[in-house]
């Protein structure tokens, strides 16, 4: 991997401000029309520095971030800030930056850091349309923040229901378990030996199919592995180098 691969990954470009770039894109099309924009002379670039770090240092959710790079007279970086989530405590990346740029005829432009992108910059007419955007972003923060509490109540539900039912599947037919929940389902590790044990995944997605065939999906394994069948359930990494398939696929 090179250096340009190294910052790529520790960057991601498909999100911006926390949010998808498709968000992004949206509220820079709805909120910045650029029927009026703004323009920046040359000789008005440290007066415009300054102006907008002060006029953006009022705006609640918002938080001015430097670049000693932005002094110089060739940048066309006039500032940069981000729009922290709240629920992270505040920690941003560089890819969560925005940008107020001159672009072509001095014209001032908000960019996102996917600076590339024409869909990701737009052209500013006034300051309110940043706090708009301040506003609107806080306010998909919230709402993403309820969505996945909402979420993980429902797991959490589900959760308790598979380990119950579980617990009394354990107690009924005699076996060990453990379990691991993670976000999209719960690991059930059931004990086979004392060598080995049978891991099975229960998508929280699939709750309500998968739980009454848990039963029976036991039951078997177990009746397999007492009479001597060992199985193994992985990815096509496992298969021993240039293994020849024996495909029967049914002819139309």
């Not at 918002?62 to 970086?77: N, Q």
């Not at 380990?163 to 037919?173: Q, R, T």
């Not at 309500?208 to 592995?225: E, S």
Request: charge should be positive.
């Amino acid at each position: 991997m090179n250096h340009a691969e190294k910052v790529a990954s520790f960057f991601p470009q498909r999100s911006t401000l926390k949010l998808p770039s498709p968000s992004v894109r949206k509220l820079f099309r709805e909120i910045f029309p650029g029927e009026t924009p703004l323009r920046v002379a040359p000789g008005e670039r440290a007066a415009a520095m300054k102006f907008w770090d002060a006029r953006l240092e009022k705006i609640d959710g918002l938080c001015l971030t430097k670049h000693p790079g932005d002094r110089d007279s060739r940048s066309r970086t006039l500032c940069r800030f981000t729009i922290p989530d709240p629920g992270d405590g505040g920690v941003y990346w560089r890819t969560n930056e925005l940008r107020l740029e001159t672009g072509e005829e001095q014209f001032l432009n908000i960019r996102s850091f996917n600076f590339r992108s024409a869909q990701h910059s737009a052209l500013v007419s006034d300051a309110s349309e940043i706090e708009t955007l301040v506003r609107q972003v806080l306010l998909r923060y919230s709402k993403r923040r309820a969505g996945e509490l909402k979420r993980e109540k429902v797991r959490g539900f589900k959760s308790k229901a598979i380990l119950a039912k579980v617990a009394k599947l354990a107690e009924e037919e005699q076996f060990d378990y453990a379990t691991k929940t993670a976000k999209t389902k719960l690991r059930l590790f059931v004990r086979l030996s004392r060598q080995h044990v049978v891991g099975i995944d229960i998508p929280f997605k699939q709750f309500d199919t998968v739980l009454p065939q848990l039963k029976a999906t036991i039951a078997t394994m177990r009746r397999l592995y007492a009479e001597g069948l060992r199985f193994q359930i992985a990815t096509d990494r496992i298969l021993p180098w240039q293994t020849t398939w024996i495909e029967n696929k049914k002819k139309d």
